[in-house]
């Protein structure tokens, strides 16, 4: 049983304020993923849990207890960095067993934790092996063994796969998944790639500039998008927004011009907090667009770049209105360079931000 | 391009690079060439021979090696500077390096002021030896010197002796003294060392539950091999070609009654005259000269493999 709480943590390096404020709950056994561009304080986050780095201000509790004024290595919390941090000296064995070791536990025991993790990660036939004569993805897997001995109440993963190739990634991503629902442990995940946090997470946490925009299940994220910039950040390819201009409110929703193209649209959401003459912006998915004129809205544009994967193509294209409009089709689709397309899209699959970028609903 | 004229150019390419690196290294290579293989090689062809002042004799073999080691009236001064040399080696070692150990294990920890204690060890390091002796001398004068006013103002009357003057002090006092000279510049080297470990590990240390001591012992110690392999190998270099200090402060004849003499005194007495060792003795001097030489050589190669065996890739 492990629940995390966090109240009002804020973090500051001298002037720079790269948390502030933010309050969270992670309940027990939960996959939590922080995500978030470079810099934008994820990986700090983690590291004031972890005890690596002092808070500003505000608490951590693990299980209702205050943590944050514990030592590192008080908290029952295991970490594995993105660097994996083996220590180069020491064999896989001396590296899973070092926690164990410096804690005094019996050699017996330590024995038993060590080689039965092992077996788990399938590192068996490594124990005697030193770090750099192993691959990336068993260096991988040592980094978690060595957490795992620990029986950590909590485990900390600082993006533990970006150093991995593509296929590699696919694979301890699944590995990943599996091991929690084995251990049924509680994991924070930081990452900055939002395909990781869309796959693995039971829970994504948005950050952006040391604040948190919003928090939900992964497909939460994607269909109801709090603010533009979590609209932005959930999908890949990311989604296209539109500048419009609020034209009428009524009772049952919105019309607003996308701006320059004199179309029109009304998009429902009874009781908006918009006013009329209020600069928005208009959001709609790549996947969302269809190549039919048997839609509600249609936008044309001339074709600059095309990416055909075979399973699937990447069209992108410059309308009236906006130069990069992204376009997702499954399958192959033969479209020329200098083409001009016309795609379509349903007023439902529309998100509408307004003039601060948070979602009009 | 043909094929012909394609492989002209590409020799030509060759050939300017290659002019190019010998211009480059010709410089350093004469230097090294007139200022250490040629002294050394006329070392060596000096210890073989008979020297009349300087006038070369005959050829006489190993005769002043076997002079220098083995006759009972002169070996008694080569197996006691070596000895002397060899307790410098491992006082500064303990003394010297592990106070600059614990220096750097200190400024690591970045406390506040860190940049000032930085500069503060190492200002000695910069100084001259000359002046470094000059300055602990009168420091240490039974008479006048602040440390013996300083330890009579507290009391400790029986503490002030004549730190040079006495047999038993006067070499554990250089020692002291080079330490506080030399400590800076170890400090320096395994603080680099300490800065090079990826701070991931020791974070990764600390959260398996290391406490400091336990890290600087399993993670860091460890991992900054190469420095110690550096500081252990220059460490011993210095000591035996110790020469400046003990001079400065003892006299050439390695006073009092030989307690500081060191092989680079002797073999200056031996080689260019002295009071007690009368005239130059040119061939015995260049004998010297070539088994210091032989002991730093041997001992280097030997410490470098042992200790470069204990170094790890960081990465």
Redesign the interface.
Same mark, same amino acid.
């Given at each position: 049983m492990a629940q995390i709480n966090m109240l009002g943590v804020s973090k500051r390096f001298g002037d720079l304020e790269v948390i502030s404020d933010t309050t969270l709950e992670i309940k027990d056994g939960e996959f939590t993923v922080f995500v978030g561009p470079s810099g934008c304080g994820k990986s700090t986050l983690l590291r004031l849990l !972890?005890? $690596?780095d002092d808070l500003t201000s505000g608490e951590i509790n693990l299980n209702k207890q205050r943590i944050d004024h514990l %030592? @590192? %290595?008080k908290r029952g $919390? !295991?970490?594995v960095?993105?660097?994996y !941090?083996l220590? @180069?000296?020491m064999t896989v064995y001396q590296n899973m067993s070092? %926690?164990l070791k410096? %804690?005094k536990e019996q050699k017996t025991i330590i024995d038993e934790k060590v080689k039965k993790t092992a077996e788990i990660l399938q590192l068996s036939e490594y124990l005697d092996r =030193?770090p =750099?004569e192993l691959s990336g993805g068993q260096r991988q897997r040592v980094a978690i063994g060595?957490a795992i001995v620990?029986e950590p109440k909590v485990f900390l993963f600082d993006e533990p796969l970006s150093n991995l190739d593509a296929k590699l990634r696919v694979q301890m991503r699944i590995e990943l998944t599996k091991l929690h629902k084995k251990l049924k442990t509680t994991m924070i995940y930081v990452t900055h790639d939002q395909v990781e946090a869309m796959t693995m997470a039971d829970k994504i946490v948005v950050i952006n500039n040391g604040r948190v925009e919003q928090v939900g299940a992964p497909l939460e994220l994607y269909r109801r998008p709090a603010n533009q910039f979590v609209a932005g950040f959930i999908g890949s390819p990311a989604m296209n927004f539109f500048s419009g201009v609020i034209k009428d409110v009524t009772a049952t929703g919105v019309h607003f011009d996308i701006n320059n193209s004199g179309t029109s649209i009304f998009v429902k959401c009874p009781g908006a907090d918009v006013s009329i003459g209020e600069k928005i912006q208009f959001g709609i998915r790549p996947e969302h667009f269809v190549f039919t004129k048997k839609t509600d809205q249609i936008v044309s544009g001339e074709v600059y770049a095309v990416e055909r994967l075979g399973g699937e193509t990447y069209i992108y294209m410059s309308s009236e209105t906006e130069d990069n409009v992204i376009v997702h089709c499954n399958g192959d689709r033969e479209v020329k360079i200098g083409e001009k397309i016309d795609v379509g899209f349903s007023i439902k699959d529309c998100h509408l931000f307004n003039s601060k970028g948070w979602a009009i609903r | 391009m043909d094929n012909s004229s394609y492989r002209r150019a590409k020799n030509f390419r060759k050939l300017k690079r290659q002019l190019w690196l010998s211009f480059l290294l010709l410089p350093p290579a004469l230097i090294l060439i007139m200022f250490i293989f040629l002294p050394m090689a006329s070392a060596l062809l000096y210890s073989v021979y008979d020297w009349n002042g300087l006038i070369r004799g005959d050829f006489v073999g190993l005769e002043n090696f076997k002079k220098v080691l083995l006759d009972p009236e002169r070996n008694w001064f080569f197996f006691n500077a070596l000895k002397n040399n060899v307790l410098v080696f491992i006082s500064l070692m303990v003394i010297q390096n592990g106070t600059a150990l614990v220096i750097a294990l200190f400024l690591a920890r970045e406390p506040k002021g860190a940049r000032f204690y930085q500069v503060v060890f190492f200002i000695p390091v910069i100084l001259s030896t000359v002046i470094i002796g000059f300055q602990w001398k009168m420091f240490l004068n039974p008479v006048f010197g602040l440390i013996n006013k300083i330890l009579n103002a507290v009391g400790l009357n029986d503490w002030a002796l004549p730190w040079l003057g006495l047999p038993e002090t006067a070499l554990p006092t250089m020692i002291l003294v080079n330490a506080w000279a030399w400590v800076g510049f170890p400090a320096i080297v395994f603080l680099a060392a300490i800065h090079r470990i990826p701070r991931d590990l020791i974070e990764a240390a600390r959260l398996d539950g290391g406490s400091e001591w336990q890290i600087a012992k399993d993670i860091i110690w460890p991992l900054m091999a190469p420095a110690v392999t550096i500081i252990v190998v220059l460490t011993f270099i210095g000591s035996f070609n110790w020469f400046e200090l003990p001079y400065i402060m003892a006299g050439l004849e390695g006073s009092p009654a030989y307690s500081t003499d060191m092989l680079g005194l002797l073999f200056y007495r031996t080689a260019f005259g002295s009071i007690s060792a009368g005239g130059t003795e040119f061939g015995i001097g260049s004998a010297l000269a070539v088994i210091i030489f032989l002991v730093i050589f041997v001992f280097s190669i030997i410490a470098t493999k042992i200790l470069v065996a204990r170094e790890v890739e960081l990465n």
């Open positions: !972890a005890g $690596l %030592a @590192p %290595a $919390l !295991a970490m960095f993105q660097s !941090a220590y @180069p000296h070092y %926690a410096v %804690a =030193k =750099k060595r620990r | -």
